[in-house]
């Protein structure tokens, strides 16, 4: 379906991010990423080029690809993320993470079934 085309954290509010090739990701989020309203905001490239949102990870795929996965459950690398709903105030979704592990840059999105 999709890869990951880069993955940020944020460590500081007001601070610039920081570009990844990989990242261990807990139920909390990704290492190193400051908490905030969802463990996990992931983003489509066209909106990370049009509006720089502060997301953790971009994915090679439309808006309306991204918006029809509220609902489903993502495979990435060995991580498990179930799309919860639309980020607020900016594009893109927030994700939790029911299954932790890596992701790396290039990994494939793998869509499941949707959640209950």
Known sequence: ???????????????????????????????????????????????????????????DLDGDELTALIGRRLRIGSVELEVTGPAKNCPGVYAVVPVPGDIAVGDEVTVGVAGP
């Open 1 to 59: 379906m999709a890869d990951v085309s880069s993955i940020h954290i944020y460590p500081a509010k007001g601070e610039p991010g920081q570009e990844l090739d990989d990242v261990s990701v807990s139920a909390e989020g990704l290492d190193g990423d400051r908490r905030k309203g969802a463990p996990v905001h992931l983003v489509s490239v066209a909106a990370y080029v049009e509006e720089h949102p502060r997301a953790n990870l971009v994915l």
